[in-house]
């Protein structure tokens, strides 16, 4: 079994940040790549960022300059920086992670999800 915690998330002002966190633990092996997915009310559950085990990244064109995505690899942990939010980012957002467990298969996780809210 694979588990992800999320932490970090909340209710804050246009303009303001927060970091969520995202640790992975259980039946791992190694992890390839984590990343942040987000799903607002009557809208489709679309990718935020992500980022291989080697570092590199990728983000959806409505939080790039303003998220940033990173991991700590010894954690198996991957936080999202998010500054300037807007109240289009208001979300659940969930972490997941492409694990390759002991049994040597290959199998996505999700955490639980954490609720993001912009507002005034």
Not at 68 to 77: P, V, Y
Not at 94 to 102: S, T
Request: proline share 2%; with cysteine; aromatic share 10%.
């Amino acid at each position: 079994q694979v588990q992800l915690v999320e932490s970090g998330g909340g209710l804050v002002q246009p303009g303001g940040s927060l970091r969520l966190s995202c640790a992975a633990s259980g039946n791992i092996f190694s992890i390839n790549t984590m990343g942040w997915y987000r799903q607002a009310p009557g809208k489709e559950r679309e990718l935020v960022a992500a980022i291989t085990s080697g570092g590199i990244t990728n983000y959806t064109d409505s939080v790039k300059g303003r998220f940033t995505i990173s991991r700590d690899n010894a954690k198996n942990t991957v936080y999202l920086q998010m500054n300037t939010l807007k109240p289009e980012d208001t979300a659940v957002y969930y972490c997941n992670a492409d694990v390759f467990r002991y049994d040597k298969r290959w199998s996505k996780y999700w955490g639980q999800g954490t609720q993001v809210t912009v507002s005034s």
